[in-house]
DNA sequence: GTCTATAGCAGGATAGAC
DNA sequence: GTCTATCCTGCTATAGAC
C-alpha cells in the first residue's frame, strides 16, 4: 500500500491512504486532517470527492473492500475448480489458505481484518453492505459444496458448520494480538503454515469427518 | 445494570454507568458529559475519583471486567469439581455452559463481550490486564485439565487447540451481530440452547474426541 | 467533597478566492 | 478543481467558589 504516489489521482490517494490510516487508529482517531495532509492534498479534497469523511469510509469499503473479498473469493473458487473432486477437506483447505495464504498480502491481510474486526465492534451502513455483497453469498455458496458430503445434518446445523470454520479462521488471522500474547509466538511464516494445519486439521473434525494424513 | 440508584455512592454510580456506556458506544462516542449525565453527579467528579477519562476506563476493567471473568471462571471449576471424572466432553460442555448460560445474565455478557471485543481491536493497557490476571491463567488451567486425554499431541498443538475452543466460544458468543445478519435468526434463548451444543459438539470433533450421543 | 465556569484545544465542515 | 481562512461545535481538564 506504499502506492500512495503523486500521479494516482488525488482520489485515489485518498481512498488507499484513509484505508491504511483507519485501519491502523480506527475512524474516531483519525481526523481528516491526518489523511489529506498523509495523501498530501488539501484538507477540502475529502469533503470535494465524498462529502465528508463518513463518505470516504463507505467509498473505502465500496472500492476497496469489497473487491478483496471478492478476491479472496476468486482464489477459493480457483481452487476448488482446479481440483478433480471436491471434497469437504478440499474445500476447508482452500478456504483457510485462501485466507491464510491467499491471493492477498500481509499488509493487506492485516488492512482487511483491522478494518473488519472494527466493523463488527462498532458496526455502521459498511457492515451491511459486507455482509450482503460478500459474506452471505459466499457462506452460502460453500454451503452447497459441502452438502453433498454431510448429507446427515439439517440445513441450519450446516450453516452453523460453515460459519465455525469461518469464525476459526477469521481468529487466528485477525485475533493474532491476543494469540501471540497467549501462546509467546510471533506470527511468522513458518508460525502461520503451523497454524493453517491447525485450522484445517480442527475444523474437519469439527465437521466430523477424518482427514487423511498428509505431510505437512 | 439498571442499579444506578443514588444510594451506591458516585463512585460506583461512575464505575457502573461507564461501563454500560463503553461497552455500548466505544471509549471515543462516549464523552464524560454523557457519563456523569447519566451517573446524575457532576461533570469534574470523574476526575476528582479517577483522574480523568482513562483512569475512569481502566478502572471499570479492574474492578467490573476482572471480577466478572474470575466468576466465570469459578462457576467452570465448581462444574469440574462436581464431576465424578474430567473427560475431555465435561470440560468443553462446562466451558461452553460457563460463558453461554453461566454466572452471568445476558445483560452482563453483552457488556463483558463488547468491552472486550473492542479491547481487541483497540488495545490498550486494559488488554494486558486482562490476559496477564485472567486469559493467561485461564487457558493455561484448561490446558492442563486436558492434557490427560490428549496424550498424543504437543504442548503446542494442545494451546492451539484450547484457543480453538475460546474461539468459537467467544465468536458465537460476541459475534451474534454478523451471524444473525447471516443466518437471519435472533439469538433467542432457544437458539442459544441450539448454538452451546452447536458449539460443544464441534468442538469435540475437533478436539479429535467423539462425543457420547446426548438427547438435546 | 461537590459544583460552576471556563480555559484551551481539536475536529468537521464550508465559503469563497484563484 | 484546488486551496486558504474561518466558523462552529464538542471535548477534556482544571481553577476556584461554596
Redesign the pocket.
Known amino acids: 500500500m506504499k502506492t500512495d504516489r503523486l500521479d494516482k ?3 485515489e490517494r485518498l481512498l488507499d491512504t484513509a484505508e491504511v490510516l483507519f485501519a491502523a487508529d480506527g475512524y474516531d482517531h ?5 489523511i489529506t495532509r498523509y495523501a498530501q ?9 465524498f ?4 463518505g470516504l469510509y463507505l467509498d473505502v469499503f465500496r472500492h476497496h473492500m469489497i473487491p478483496r473479498a471478492r478476491r479472496i473469493r476468486d482464489f477459493f473458487w480457483k481452487r476448488i475448480k482446479s481440483e478433480k473432486k471436491t471434497t469437504v477437506e478440499t474445500v476447508v483447505r482452500a478456504l483457510t489458505e485462501a485466507y491464510m495464504h491467499g491471493p492477498l498480502s500481509q499488509e493487506e491481510v492485516e488492512i482487511h481484518h483491522k478494518l473488519m474486526a472494527r466493523e463488527l465492534t462498532n458496526p455502521t451502513k459498511a457492515l451491511d453492505m459486507m455482509v450482503e455483497d460478500v459474506i452471505r453469498p459466499f457462506v452460502a455458496e460453500v454451503s452447497a459444496l459441502l452438502r453433498p458430503d454431510l448429507k446427515s445434518i439439517s440445513d441450519e446445523e450446516l450453516l452453523l458448520d460453515v460459519i465455525s470454520v469461518f469464525a476459526l479462521i477469521l481468529y487466528f488471522t485477525f485475533g493474532r494480538l491476543p494469540i501471540s500474547k497467549v501462546t509467546g509466538r510471533e506470527y511468522t511464516d513458518k508460525y502461520r503454515d503451523k497454524l493453517v494445519e491447525h485450522v484445517t486439521r480442527f475444523s474437519l473434525y469439527g465437521l466430523g469427518c477424518n482427514i487423511k494424513d498428509k505431510e505437512t
Do not use: E, F, P, T
Open positions: 489521482g488525488v482520489r483519525v481526523s481528516i486532517r491526518d492534498c488539501n484538507l477540502a479534497a475529502v469533503n470535494y470527492y462529502k465528508g469523511k463518513q
